[in-house]
């Protein structure tokens, strides 16, 4: 009864977090002078008024697509199956990339790229290009394509390792004393992880689709920026809401294909015991690809970014600057982030345990109804926390004119993401765990404080850091619900962008960087101490 | 009044019957070996006894208590008073030996001196009283099952169920830990259920055994009873060595068998199928005998000798302490009281 309530309760706060103000949005844009009307749906589907616009959408996401598999699943290849040098660095290296906004990685390529940028002025000296020609190509949808795929590169990586990782080596090996390697990874290898890196294509197509940030830094014309134009600029929410609705029938299309291709071609764990490891490759021509082709793609996607930014801000004074500018900024973003992630970790366990850990026919329609929120365009949560908290009374207003309109944005972005990484913790947590204290008859509470929450210690630190990294990094809800004096440090970037140099623009982007990648790192450094390990010391007498 | 009452218990998983109807009860202080192949539905009755799962249909009675009445959970999980054991042992590993044993207690009220008690008392039963302060992943795969069944048997369950707790461990201390297990059971006196798929485990451990196949009970009896007398073809299949024919019945007490017609007492069997039953064990190769094949394979066993034996394409398993060449034709006798028809 005790764990029904509980579980009752959080779905509850999640479909009034997330579902409801999504619902409302859409409830409310087709009705007028109060009767139904689908003028704006049609304007979208029946003309040729938005073609181009949903046809940009469609390109950048393909795009972004194609670049971050041809990133993303020869780096998850050799970081799998090879034995590469310094292999543990490049595997930390690639998922900063993921961790840091998207818009950090376009302002340091665009410096770089930009009419008077560094690359931009070699590229046109010693090529046949026109600076202008170049910085053309920065600006454009294929630009923003480049800069998404560098963002997101990472998710196929790991969908390719972690799928590699699944094989059973024994099936390779049994390839491997009658084949060639190369006929081995074409005929077993890659039928085998092709449903995985499908699934993981389909994660970023989705993504990019609701991309708000890069587009936006790129003036690229997407649909997430038209809904953010249209609202912002026309103040036309219902246009706004018409313009998202084909963003969120191809997402909900592709997660129902998704999931029909994947019926039945989940090879995990396929007949895998944990005492045998991966087949590894080791060829030494392959080795000295993979390094190349590594090095090559920590060098585009993290060196010279990063080393483009740090470079730009030339002084310590320019550091000093954008703290001045920003000051508000930061700690709206380290006090903001910080409350987000514990609702959002704390939210996501019982979501996450909801998706997980009950046995129903409705177990996995729950989990896909919760996931596909994810892909809701970030602008699109942003318009739809405004339609139903933007009211006159008491407790509305004071939401919407304080911080906490901020949080329920993180909640309704990140939400289903915090659960889906609590679920994965859980999965990892037998049944028989929580039986053992069912059967002596204590309470769920008591059952749930301690054995489930201190075994899950480590899911839910990482949760709260990864949640507290993109709440830091969020950008396309909290441009259109922060209230005046509640500005996050994205917010105070894009408004420092329009009216400062370079140097304090490239700062500010380094102190964002610093303040997503610090936590991480100071959770790497410390996760050892964290994990539970009983004292190997002292002697054990074998039975 | 038996301690355990099962009965017609029915369970059903995406609307497919996985426990169909299965009604058993234990005597007090007595151990029943639920024994069955894997997902016969051995271990999803022993969930419905211990209130993790629940029944579509059926009764389960404890010490005289409804306990389950259909779906209706009539008695908690609290109130049942149950001991379990599970097959991946399920020691928290976050918590040390005592604590692990503790948290039932505590769940029961027990004050922090009694506990204190208990624990010791438990521990010294298990012979790991030095281990109180350990984490369990210190612990060798033996002292943990040990572990696991002082934990179950703390807190003086009425009930203790047992998840076939030995199936992850190697034979020599599968052995050891077995004898533990009947040592504990016999001087606690608690009544048990023990599901496991191992016959050797069954046999030796159980005072009845319950023999399960395909969601119903097939048989229900003590081990010798279930061995010698088997009551349905899979139970005298999966029970031990076997040979089974398929034979015609021709009349009365009449069977044509691969080595002519035998008369004998087909215990009122009908139609004309049937399948002979015997143990290799139960035929003597004798020059004297009625039956005859034709050795086509050996094995040397610890104390004699496995052959297979060929009659007219039909093939069988012998044993003998002599040694008998292959391709040698050979006659053998049965004691027509040993042979059962099915």
């Known amino acids: 009864m005790q764990k029904k309530l509980t579980l009752g309760v959080f779905f509850t706060l999640f479909l009034a977090t997330t579902f409801l103000p999504i619902v409302w949005m859409f409830g409310n844009s087709v009705y007028e002078e109060g009767r139904f009307s689908f003028a704006y ?3 979208v589907f029946l003309t040729l008024k938005y073609g181009k616009v949903i046809s940009n959408s469609l390109i950048l996401a393909s795009i972004t697509t194609i670049l971050s598999s041809l990133f993303g699943v020869p780096a998850g290849f050799f970081l799998t199956k090879t034995n590469l040098p310094l ?26 790229l930009g009419k008077t940028g560094f ?16 910085s053309d190509f920065t600006y454009s949808i294929y630009g923003a394509s480049f800069i998404l795929s560098i963002n997101l590169f990472p998710v196929v990586m790991l969908v390719t390792e972690y799928a590699l990782k699944s094989i059973n080596p024994r099936l390779e090996e049994s390839g491997l004393v009658v084949g060639s390697v190369f006929q081995v990874f074409r005929q077993i290898t890659l039928p085998l992880i092709a449903p995985a890196i499908l699934s993981g294509m389909m994660i970023v197509f989705v993504l990019s689709l609701s991309e708000f940030g890069v587009p936006s830094l790129l003036q690229v014309n997407v649909l997430t920026t038209q809904i953010f134009t249209q609202f912002s600029a026309f103040y036309n929410e219902k246009a706004a809401t018409a313009i998202a609705f084909p963003l969120i029938v191809i997402t909900f299309i592709l997660i129902m294909l998704e999931k029909i291709y994947m019926r039945g071609k989940s090879f995990e764990m396929l007949g895998r015991t944990s005492s045998i490891s991966t087949t590894q490759y080791n060829i030494t021509w392959l080795n000295v690809v993979g390094i190349t082709f590594c090095t090559l793609v920590l060098l585009v996607c993290v060196i010279i970014p990063l080393s483009t930014l740090i470079f730009n801000t030339k002084t310590i004074s320019a550091y000093h600057n954008a703290i001045l500018l920003a000051r508000n900024g930061i700690t709206n973003s380290v006090l903001f982030g910080s409350i987000g992630a514990t609702l959002l970790t704390f939210i996501g366990f019982f979501l996450g345990y909801l998706s997980e850990k009950i046995r129903s026919r409705l177990k996995n329609s729950t989990a896909a109804f919760i996931w596909i929120f994810f892909a809701v365009p970030a602008t699109v949560s942003g318009i739809g926390l405004i339609k139903l908290w933007n009211r006159a009374e008491g407790t509305c207003q004071f939401i919407y004119s304080s911080l906490w309109i901020v949080i329920l944005g993180y909640v309704i972005r990140f939400l289903p993401l915090s659960s889906r990484i609590m679920a994965n913790y859980l999965k990892q947590i037998p049944n028989s765990m929580e039986e053992a204290g069912t059967v ?46 509640h500005e996050t440090l994205p917010i105070a970037l894009f408004t420092v962008m329009a009216n400062s140099p370079t140097d304090v623009v490239s700062a500010l982007s380094i102190i964002i960087v610093v303040m997503t990648l610090l936590p991480v790192g100071v959770f790497l450094a410390v996760s050892k101490y964290l994990v539970f390990k009983p004292n190997q010391n002292e002697s054990v007498e074998y039975f | 009044m038996n301690a355990l009452e099962v009965k017609q218990l029915i369970k059903c998983f995406n609307k497919k019957e996985v426990v169909k109807g299965v009604s058993f009860g234990v005597e007090q202080g007595q151990l029943l070996a639920l024994l069955g192949p894997s997902g016969c539905g051995k271990t999803t009755t022993l969930r419905m006894i211990a209130g993790l799962e629940t029944p579509d249909d059926g009764e389960i009675w404890i010490e005289g208590v409804l306990a389950n009445h259909g779906r209706k959970m009539v008695i908690s999980q609290k109130q049942r008073h149950i001991g379990m054991v599970f097959q991946d042992l399920a020691l928290w590993p976050h918590m ?40 369990p992943a210190k612990l060798s795969g033996g002292q943990q099952q040990l572990i696991a069944i002082a934990r179950a048997i703390v807190t003086e369950p009425r009930l203790l169920l047992m998840d076939e707790p030995l199936s992850n461990i190697d034979v ?33 451990l159980a005072d009845k055994v319950a023999v399960m196949n395909n969601g119903m009970l097939e048989q229900i009896g003590i081990p010798e009873e279930i061995y010698s007398s088997p009551t349905s073809l899979f139970v005298a299949s999966f029970i031990g060595e076997a040979n089974i024919l398929q034979v015609t019945i021709a009349g009365k007490d009449r069977v044509l068998t691969p080595w002519g017609e035998l008369v004998c007492n087909t215990k009122g069997r009908e139609g004309k199928n049937a399948y002979l039953f015997f143990r290799p064990h139960q035929a003597t190769i004798e020059s004297s005998g009625h039956c005859y094949g034709m050795i086509i394979n050996r094995d040397f066993v610890a104390g004699g000798y496995k052959y297979r034996v060929s009659t007219s394409g039909v093939e069988f398993k012998l044993q003998d302490q002599t040694k008998h060449d292959i391709g040698k034709f050979i006659k053998f006798s049965i004691k027509k009281m040993d042979i059962l028809f099915f």
């Open chain 2, 172 to 204: 020599k201390l599968r052995e050891d830990i077995r004898q533990e297990i009947k040592r504990i059971q016999q001087e606690t006196q608690i009544t048990t259920v023990y599901v496991t798929h191992d016959q050797e485990d069954a046999f030796l």
């Open chain 1, 87 to 112: 292999k543990k660095l490049f595997k930390i290296c690639f998922f900063i990339p993921l961790i840091i906004p998207s818009y950090i990685i376009g302002i340091a390529w665009t410096n770089l």
């Open chain 1, 440 to 485: 002596t008859g204590t309470s769920w509470f008591r059952i749930l404080g301690k054995i489930l929450l201190p075994l899950q210690g480590y899911g839910l630190i990482a949760t709260w850091l990864i949640c507290f990294m993109f709440c830091v990094g969020e950008l396309g809800t909290t441009i259109l619900v922060y209230p005046p004096g």
């Open chain 2, 96 to 135: 040390t030996v005592y604590e692990n044993i503790e948290f039932g207690l505590k769940a029961n009220g027990i004050t922090r001196a009694d506990r204190r008690k208990k624990i010791d008392a438990v521990l010294h039963k298990v012979n790991m009283q030095n281990y109180a302060r350990e984490y």
């Open chain 1, 41 to 43: 749906y049609r304007d």
């Open chain 1, 119 to 134: 690359l931009n002025n070699i590229l046109s000296q010693y090529l046949w290009f026109s600076p202008s020609s170049i």
